[in-house]
């Protein structure tokens, strides 16, 4: 059975959602509320949909199953974007559109249209602003050298690959990551919340009407198969609703406090889940069924599915091992809701995984081999890019080695990266890395074949010696000659100490240039579009920092666009 064939009845289904309910007369029904556009899922793509299309004059409802602001508030809060942006400007970074396109589409592929990928770069600066206007702050203070996240202090960087030798034979390098500036002290994690909250207020105060703790069970359509409203089921405000918030809220926070592989991490998804499952205790006995009429259409921007382990197992299984990046209600519930009523996926097999490296530099100047013993990426990599090196061609097996020399360098390195870097590399160098004279025991600790590993070894070092860049682009002042002793350290997807990130790329199928979701036959379903990790979009070849939450505010922008321009 193809994946876009699968109904609500289905096995597979996998989810909550229910079938479309079917009505003759919108007009007749009777409604609890209405809106032009109605938005099942608050999230970065979410409230961009909502403040577009306020800003086109169009009435907008929202529904979130929490308070709204999905993994794009738990996010690092990057935002991608170029072109020339006034945070690049300020920063005095050359950036141009046609720039911008020659270093994406080595990205991108043929994921979406060079058609759209060039509208996202052309427009990449406008919506920077956009969101500047809507009260996001960003800071040009530009941290130039090659990191997976800049340091405190500084809010613009090189988020991807663009400082990677090969990559820079196509485009000019340029920094577009720009991290939401807030005050206070640093976090890594919640950044995400300086480019939803602002948005949040700045739609409030146009006028989206919020349905919190409001969960979409099903689309309701006419007969000929236009969408024209959502089923959904709430909590009615005040106690109940104030409780279940608090149980939900500390039910991800016990579950996220330690990655799931790592030694005590069951007890405290246990002691989580008790919360969890009281919230949703709750959830039976007090929700209420609501109906909400739209009508100019329904968007949906419910994020991925990396949390529905079922269906993760079922499209991306050789992801299954990897720890789930976003919130527990990634559960693709806007996917099977567009898949209701005839919508197309694509790409459900597409997830990223983040292996990165550097800081501490140090471990991306070693090397790294698969279960062959034999290198088969450039180490200093964005960590995306490794991680699908490992994935989709090496079964996720991957072992870092470096010598005695880098081991001490990565330490002092780590003591200087910022706190979530630091003790994951610790994690590696005190648990997981096993010590051992020469290459051949090195060999054994993994039952790696020595004379590959060896072959490996000589070639890498071959490079060091003559000062030259290996044979997967490194450069060649990263590339350090490894002499003995050596440590080797176990990076796979199935490492218990060294978790790899994941998140779904694949989504609906949707016209690129309205955002309206497709159905088998390739054409729109009237009144449905999709927009975010809920559809297929720039991002779902292959990541790199920010993207996501770029794709967005685009995707999410285009929806808003599309009405307006229906009323011309």
Known sequence: ML?????????????????????????????DDHADMVIAGIGGAGIAVANEALDQGFSVIGIDKTSGGGATAKSGGVFYAGGGTPIQKAAGIEDS????????????????????????????????QWLIDNGVKFDPSYYKTKTSYPGAGYFLYHSDNSLVPSYMQNAKPAARGHRGWEEGPFRPIGVGGTIFYPMKKSALGKGLRLYT????????????????????????????ADKHKKLMAKGDLYQMLLP???????????????????????????????????????????????????????????????MPLGTSNDQGSGIRLGQSVGGKTDHMDRVTAWRFLNPPLAFAQGMVVNKEGLRFCNEMVYGATLGDAMCENNDGIAYLIVDASLFAEAKMQASTALPFQRDMARMLMYFNARKKTTIEEIAKVYNLPSDSLRASLEQYNDSAK???????????EDVKELKGPFYIMDISITSKLAPLTTLT???????????EVLNIAGNEIHGLYAAGRTAVGVCSNIYVSGLSI???????RRVGQHLASKKE
């Open 213 to 240: 703790q409001t969960e979409a069970r099903s689309l309701v359509v006419t007969p000929d198969g236009r969408v024209v409203g959502l089923k959904v089921l709430m909590l009615p405000s005040g106690d109940i």
């Open 97 to 128: 559109p046609e720039n911008m396109f020659n270093y994406l589409i080595e990205e991108t592929g043929d994921i979406i249209k060079a058609s759209t990928l060039k509208k996202f770069c052309d427009t990449s600066a406008e919506n920077t």
């Open 550 to 556: 770029a794709d967005c505010i685009f995707s999410g």
């Open 260 to 322: 799931p592989s790592y030694p005590g991490a069951n007890f405290l998804q246990f002691f989580g889940n008790l919360f969890i499952k009281r919230a949703q205790k709750l959830e039976r006995n007090y929700r209420q069924v609501k109906y909400i009429q739209a009508k100019k259409g329904v968007c949906l921007a419910t994020g991925g599915f990396i949390f529905n382990r079922p269906m993760v197992k079922e499209y991306a299984p050789k992801y299954f091992s990897g």
């Open 3 to 31: 994946e876009t064939e699968l109904t609500p009845s289905d096995d597979l289904w996998l989810s909550s959602v229910e079938a479309p309910q079917i009505i003759n007369d919108p007009n007749l029904f009777q409604w």
């Open 466 to 476: 003559n000062a030259v860049p290996c044979q997967f682009g490194k450069a060649a």
């Open 505 to 515: 790329l694949g989504g609906l199928k949707v016209n690129e240039e309205t955002g």
